[in-house]
């Protein structure tokens, strides 16, 4: 069965400093793996998806993460974080492309000015 | 940008009323999905839909839940008899094929 970790309920970094959200995952076949963020009081917003394509993806926001077979990881980055970047991001993993999603329990990201 | 959009943003009801959460899926999109998030918990996978009909529906998908898609575009949810524990926000997906899918804004349910 597939399952997705994301260590840290809340992280917390400076405005400017580098975000790292970490996701790891158990998948007995190659997986999907997305990021969303959920805003307060909005939807689910896809970030970006690794499709088994290039294992580094670019999503919207300047956010980016790396598909790490080998760690069994996807960690979600940004280089210098905003204000506006404040929210719940959940990593997700499917078996196929349009198969159910398994969510992550979530890590809100706080900025500190 | 097309969206995925859910109406209403929040519903109440009572504890064994039949309750309808509507969903437009992106108009070219193939596979329509339910999900739900009890407060304070994980997002969970209700249903899928494709070709009109039920792909794959999880344990929480039981006989009280049942999906439609009356016309070329609405997406239903709908539960027959609520219960306490049905209180979440419900999310609607939709997913063009192999692309990731896309959520509309929500709807609350609150039973009482």
């Known amino acids: 069965a597939q399952s997705v970790t994301q260590l840290g309920s809340h992280v917390s970094v400076s405005e400017g400093a580098l975000v790292l959200l970490r996701c790891n995952y158990s998948?007995?076949?190659?997986?999907?793996l997305f990021w969303y963020v959920q805003y307060p009081n909005q939807g689910l917003q896809l970030l970006l998806k690794?499709?088994?394509?290039a294992t580094l993806v670019k999503g919207i926001n300047g956010f980016e993460a790396e598909f790490k077979k080998s760690e069994t990881s996807f960690h979600l980055t940004k280089p210098s974080a905003h204000m506006s970047d404040a929210a719940e991001y959940f990593c997700?993993?499917?078996?196929?492309?349009?198969?159910?999603?398994?969510w992550g329990a979530g890590t809100k990201l706080i900025i500190k000015p | 940008e097309p969206e995925v959009t859910q109406t209403p943003s929040h519903q109440v009801t009572q504890m064994g009323q039949e309750v309808i959460l509507r969903c437009v899926p992106i108009?070219?999109?193939?596979?329509f999905y339910w999900y739900r998030q009890i407060l304070g918990q994980k997002v969970e996978f209700l249903v899928s839909f494709y070709n009109n009909e039920i792909s794959e529906k999880s344990e929480i998908f039981d006989d009280q839940f049942s999906v439609e898609r009356p016309d070329g575009s609405n997406f239903t949810l709908k539960i027959r008899s609520t219960k306490l524990e049905d209180s979440a926000m419900y999310f609607c997906?939709?997913?063009?094929?192999?692309?990731?899918?896309?959520f509309g804004p929500g709807t609350r349910l609150t039973v009482t």
């Open positions: 690794y499709t088994s394509a």
């Open positions: 108009s070219n999109h193939l596979y």
């Open positions: 998948s007995s076949v190659p997986p999907y």
């Open positions: 997906a939709s997913s063009p094929r192999g692309q990731g899918q896309y």
């Open positions: 997700a993993v499917s078996d196929q492309s349009n198969y159910q999603l398994i």
